[in-house]
């Protein structure tokens, strides 16, 4: 089990913000890993610094042994890490399976999808996500749960090694969060390195063994579920400080 | 191996056969037989003339939909790729005497070098910037063609004229001129049409639909901006070419914004990202300029009153609605 992503001492500042401070950890082949912390803890700017939407100040962050930092996010998808928006973003007037087929026909997409047809390659993906039967409509009339899915079958479609999800579960239903977390489990049961945030902990703390927690930009905690929740700076960071609870 | 090849080549006639019971393909065959039986009766070369131009701005419409409606990228200056082109079929035609086929080809392969050149900066604007950004330097050129330096080598404001026509001069002149338009258009239309549903126009359509998220698709959004910039100046160079052949002149007015923004109404009267949308658009403004033209000064003024009005009343373009009424008047015939 080799260290599949190294992100070491990374800083990214907003005018007089810094929203990523000094932040370290590494993320092993095959594991499932959360990333928690309250609003606007930075959680989706560490993930904008790694798929490359935003460059750092400062730190590094190193993928499968290749240095990705300040790379541009399409050539980070293109070396296996795909990630998904906290918004759900989609093509508006493509089907479904044409929103799909982008992701295909990208370089490294492609070499996956050539020897399957691109279509049926497609198809695979609509189908384990759990859209094929609605692959001729366009997105634009879906529920919320099902741009979600389709958000995680763009991803897959470049057939990543490691998978960025950011807040996969933020506006969901009961059902809809089921739904999602059968699906991001068999995902890494396939063998997926998957990382995720998350500031509803309920149903990320079921899903991974390992979380790291973040506030104001700085690392706090990396630990089992239960560490992390039970520890006093945490709680800090969600409830605040205080002898009102003591 | 010999069996499947059979097979295909009996599939295909049947394909088209089903094809053409349906709506869309009855109705493009119907199209293009009227199309191709109206020299019979309308031997005027100036009433051809106008169906020539009509078509030659659907080609030139059409382009500009291609980049518009499919890639999302609006340019208001998409006359300089009709103009570069115009300019190069005329200089190869009369100074070179080449081919008339060579010389539009020419004049359109320069369309698309000068759509790197321009596309390579332009790019990197977005939204109204890059249309601004199209239209200065269309309106560069045009300056410099006008008043500038350039203006004395490159034939000044009279532009090229004299231009040698491609068939000899008779009365059936105009009539190969209709035909050989005709059918470069088809095929335009048709490559258009055909690179819109394939892989290259879904990669397209998305970055039109959202780039950031194409981006995260691992699509390399720059290169392919820059392809559809490449295939849309190469369909606008081959109108510019037919434009030269026909008109056999050229001058610097080509250059102006008029044509760039005519490529727009045209387009958009018929509808953003539907080609046949631009044919329409560009028959109907061509047709109703002539129309008009009795009414003088006052044909400017009730242009554009129509114009509004259908803006106002088809903001997605006269297409779709037309297409719905012979539809219902198609099942209705058909008793369905």
Sequence with gaps: MGVILEVKNLTKKFGGL??????????KRGEFLGLIGPNGAGKTTVFNLISGFEKPNSGKIIFDGIDITGKRPQKIV?????????????????SLLDNIKVSCLSPRGKSFARQHGIDEYASTILASVGLIDKARIPPVILPHGDLRKLGIGKALGTNPQLLLLDEPFSGLSHEETQGITSLIQKLHDDGVTIFMTGHVLRELMHLVPRVIAMHQGKFIIDGTPREVANNKLVLEAYLGKGDVFA | ??????????????????????????????????????????????????????????IFAASWDFLAGFAGLVSFGQAMF?????????????????????????????????????????????GPYLALGTMVFSLIIFDLLMMGG???ILFGTEGISRVPSIFPVNETYQIKIYYLTLIITVICLEIIIFIGKSN???????????????????INITKYKIIAFMISSFFAGIAGGIFAVHLRAVNPAIFG????????????????????????????FIFLGEALRPF??????????VLILLIRFAEHGILKPILERLKDLWDLLLGR
């Excluded at chain 2, 097979?7 to 009855?26: A, C, E, Q």
């Excluded at chain 2, 293009?32 to 009433?47: C, E």
């Excluded at chain 2, 115009?86 to 200089?91: E, H, K």
């Design chain 1, 78 to 94: 293109n070396l296996g890490v795909s990630r998904t928006f906290q918004i759900v973003r989609s093509f508006k007037f493509l």
């Design chain 2, 296 to 305: 003088g000064d006052y044909s400017v003024l009730i242009f554009s009153i």
């Design chain 2, 257 to 284: 914004p008029l044509y760039s923004f005519y490529a727009i109404i045209m387009a958009s009267l018929g509808g953003l990202a539907t080609i046949s949308g631009s044919a329409l658009g560009a028959f109907f």
């Design chain 2, 200 to 218: 290259l126009g879904t990669i397209l359509k998305s970055i039109r639909d959202d780039s950031t998220s194409s981006e995260a698709s691992g």
């Design chain 1, 18 to 27: 810094t929203a990523v401070n000094d932040f370290s950890f590494e993320i």
């Design chain 2, 150 to 152: 350039l203006a004395l």
């Design chain 2, 1 to 58: 191996m010999a069996s499947n090849i059979k097979n295909k080549i009996i599939s295909v006639p049947n394909y088209l056969k089903t094809w053409i019971k349906t709506f869309r393909g009855g109705l493009t065959i119907f199209c293009l037989i009227i199309i191709s039986i109206i020299p019979i009766f309308l031997q005027n070369p100036y009433h051809l003339g106008i169906f020539i131009t009509a078509m030659i701005f659907t």
């Design chain 2, 82 to 126: 009709l103009g570069i082109s115009a300019y190069f079929t005329a200089y190869f035609l009369r100074n070179l005497a080449a081919p008339w086929w060579l010389s539009i080809l020419i004049g359109a392969f320069a369309s698309v070098c000068f759509g790197l050149f321009i596309g390579i900066p332009c790019l990197r604007l977005k």
